[in-house]
């Protein structure tokens, strides 16, 4: 389980995030909702122990994590997979490579089972025939894919992905959908920030509203308005 | 008098401020140094990205050193004899030379032209890739960005700038041979200048120097490329101050060994 105890952003002297008490579970799917700017890719960066929070603490597992560059949060990150909204792939790197990177990096397994771990990861986003191409030759949603994909190859135990769906057409986007389900599937927890109400209401098993830089969890029929509107 | 300036700070003041942020920056600098260098090394994966960092900003410098050994050694030939010759004996053209290029000209040139192309390059590219936040995406691989960014350039810029000086003295030295007779002084006598007053110490010192120079123009250039925070116009910016501070490094750093080793 990942907690975030009384976590505080600052962006510019105004504070993103106010004294932030969240819990991910093990397992589920759970989902922030909030508008642009609203905090939500500072939240889920902070959850994944790549940004540090300017107040307060967050366990992962029941250890600190602690952040800074002397900071050795390796361990920790061998259980994540994190999908960014603009994808982060190296371009100078071919689909295939960005895919095999982390489990390269990682060692401890063969080629053979590096080289059939990223056919699985091609398989389950459907580009298996895409394996050679640059990342520049991707389309928009492609790139997504790829990124979930390289996600997935080391097989973390949380999921998280910033906008996954945000402009994607409406097949990449089912497809997108389909993957997380089958993740929810295989016992994996994962966590979604997006302002997409729908995709939130269809996979969700808990959806949280980020407004004014407090979470709150949102129970019954959410309407856009409710985290869209203004500040709370 | 004390100048007040409009935030209410004196002269003295600011500059105590300044002198504080250039110590900072100068320790953090330090540190980053520290961090990326830092034990242990996975040689295994580490190597094989040195190899290729030593191609990138070595071996294709190559020309562009040739170059620049060329016409190193043609100005100082021409500037050595127009200062020597008719006043002391023509061997000393050929010492001239070959001390110059060996204590000097080879170690702070090369420098030079290396600075001006990796160092900006390195700022750049690791800026983008902040800014596309692929080094986030490496932290969340559970990658060390340092090691897996900074570490194989600053090797590759500290292994390969030693053999880019000796490249460099050695195309200007010819250079040099070649165009001395029609400036009034035999080959001869400028080889025998050249190889009999020329030590060792002189040799090792100037790689000694671009070795240093090597450390500092990759480390610079990695640094301010982490530094960039913002868009474009950061890395635009990052890249720039790489330019800037590397070849101030080069000069204080060629002031500070020159006293240690040739004093």
């Given amino acids: 389980m990942i907690l975030l105890e009384g976590v505080t952003k600052f962006y510019r002297g105004e504070s993103v995030l106010k004294d932030v008490l969240w819990s991910v579970p093990d397992q589920g799917v759970s989902c922030v909702l909030g508008r642009s700017g609203a905090g939500k890719t500072v939240l889920l960066k902070i959850t994944a122990g790549i940004v540090a929070p300017d107040l307060g603490r967050v366990f992962f597992d029941g250890k600190l994590v602690r952040y800074g560059r002397f900071a050795n949060n390796y361990e920790l990150m061998r259980d994540v997979g994190f999908v960014f909204q603009g994808g982060a792939l190296f371009d100078s790197l071919t689909v295939g490579e960005n895919i095999a990177l982390p489990l390269k990096e990682k060692g401890g397994l063969s080629n053979r089972a590096t080289e059939q771990r990223v056919q699985e990861a091609l398989q389950l986003v459907e580009l298996a025939n895409k394996r050679a191409l640059r990342i520049r030759e991707l389309s928009g949603g492609m790139s997504r894919l790829v990124a979930i994909a390289r996600a997935l190859v080391t097989q973390p135990r949380y999921l998280f992905l910033d906008e996954p769906t945000g402009g994607l057409d409406p097949v990449a986007r089912e497809r997108v959908i389909k993957i997380i389900g089958e993740q929810v599937r295989q016992n994996r927890s994962v966590v979604i920030v997006t302002h997409d109400l729908e995709l939130a209401q269809s996979i969700a098993g808990r959806v949280f509203l980020l407004r004014g830089g407090q979470l709150q969890l949102a129970e019954g029929n959410i309407k856009k308005e409710d985290y869209e509107s203004s500040d709370a | 008098m004390v100048l007040v300036s409009a935030t209410g700070l004196t002269d003295r003041d600011s500059g105590l401020l300044f002198g504080m942020r250039v110590l900072l920056m100068v320790v953090d600098y330090f540190l980053f140094l520290g961090i990326c260098v830092s034990f242990p090394w996975d040689l295994r994966r580490t190597v094989p990205r040195v190899w290729e960092q030593i191609y990138r900003q070595g071996v294709s410098a190559v020309p562009l050193i040739v170059f620049a050994g060329m016409f190193v050694g043609l100005t100082t030939t021409l500037q ?10 023509n061997y000393f053209v050929g010492m001239g030379v070959g001390r110059m290029l060996l204590i000097e000209l080879g170690p ?4 030079f032209v290396i600075a001006s192309r990796s160092a900006p390059a390195m700022a750049a590219e690791i800026g983008m890739m902040r800014v596309s936040e692929q080094i986030d995406a490496l932290r969340t691989m559970a990658i060390n ?81 982490f530094k960039v925070e913002g868009g474009a116009q950061d890395v635009g910016r990052a890249a720039t101050r790489a330019m800037v501070v590397s070849a101030i490094l080069i000069l204080v750093f060629d002031f500070v060994m020159a006293g240690l080793l040739f004093s």
Avoid: N, W
Avoid at chain 2, 80 to 89: E, K
Avoid at chain 2, 174 to 185: E, F, P
């Fill in chain 2, 145 to 225: 960005p340092y090691r897996f960014l900074c570490l194989p350039r600053i090797f590759a810029l500290t292994i390969s700038l030693p053999m880019l000086v000796m490249l460099l003295e050695l195309v200007a030295g010819i250079t040099a041979i070649l165009v001395v007779a029609r400036l009034g002084v035999s080959r001869e006598t400028f080889i025998y200048g050249m190889t009999h007053f020329v030590e060792l110490r002189d040799f090792f010192g100037g790689i000694l120097k671009a070795v240093v120079f090597g450390l500092l123009i990759g480390t610079s250039g990695c640094y301010l490329g």
């Fill in chain 2, 108 to 111: 702070v040139l090369a420098a």
């Fill in chain 2, 80 to 89: 050595t004899a127009y200062q020597l010759l008719g006043i002391v004996p």
